[in-house]
């Protein structure tokens, strides 16, 4: 139980398109994910916390109009990197908290590595 | 300010000895402390979670760490190291409200020599 998913898990554009991720819980409902970005060899950096049904809210230093975060559904949450750049390329990992699960866990998806031409 | 400090950047161990991946924590709740490992270019793999109870927990790959609260640390150990170990790992931690994010430490990347 508790499977995160990713799609796609690997992506290749070109600059100044846009690429949407997806994040799926797949076998629970949850209220929250969190986006993470990770540059080669560093840690998990948290770009925005999105809760179903509301807006994300952002870390800062993340721009909130580059990187739309939807959370539609208690399954579903997506981030679309617009117009994207060459330094966007990087891995982004989403997480999901379970509704009414103890302790704030969460479940990480596999990631998608985004590589920016 | 919440962190995670590993102070560690790179440790080389030789197979079948033991290891400690050390991990210190500043939070100003109750902290919930996991460990995860990532092998090159793939996604997190939960280790083990610490949440209340016993200080020593168990978890996957015969690793384990052990809360200390007056030490603000959560360090990682196993006992006898296979070349199969040789991966990032990272310390996290976060709280009990909802919608409370993890902090990562930077990680300690884990080499085996045989």
């Known amino acids: 139980g508790a499977v995160v998913s990713q799609h796609p898990s690997r992506v290749i554009c070109k600059s100044g398109t846009s690429v949407k991720i997806e994040c799926r819980s797949l076998?629970?409902?949850?209220?929250?994910m969190f986006w993470y970005r990770q540059f080669p060899k560093q840690s998990l950096m948290l770009m925005a916390t999105s809760n179903e049904g509301s807006k994300a809210t952002y870390e800062q230093g993340v721009e909130k109009d580059k990187f739309l975060i939807n959370h539609a559904s208690l399954t579903l949450s997506t981030l679309t990197v617009t117009s994207a750049h060459p330094e966007d390329s990087s891995f982004y990992i989403c997480s999901a908290r379970m509704a009414g699960g103890l302790y704030n866990e969460q479940f990480f998806g596999p990631g998608t590595r985004l590589t920016v031409l | 300010a919440q962190s995670v400090t590993q102070p560690d950047i790179h440790i080389t161990v030789s197979e079948g000895a033991s290891l400690e991946l050390r991990c210190n924590y500043s939070y100003g709740a109750t902290p919930y402390l996991f460990w995860y490992v990532q092998s090159p270019g793939q996604g997190l793999q939960l280790l083990l979670k610490?949440?209340?109870?016993?200080?020593l927990v168990q978890g996957i790959k015969g690793f384990e760490a052990e809360f200390k609260r007056s030490q603000s640390s959560f360090n990682l150990r196993k006992p006898s190291v296979h070349w199969s170990d040789a991966a990032e790992y990272f310390c996290a931690v976060g709280g009990n409200q909802a919608g409370t994010a993890l902090i990562f430490g930077k990680g300690t990347t884990l080499s085996v020599s045989s």
């Open positions: 610490y949440f209340s109870g016993d200080t």
């Open positions: 076998d629970f409902q949850a209220t929250t």
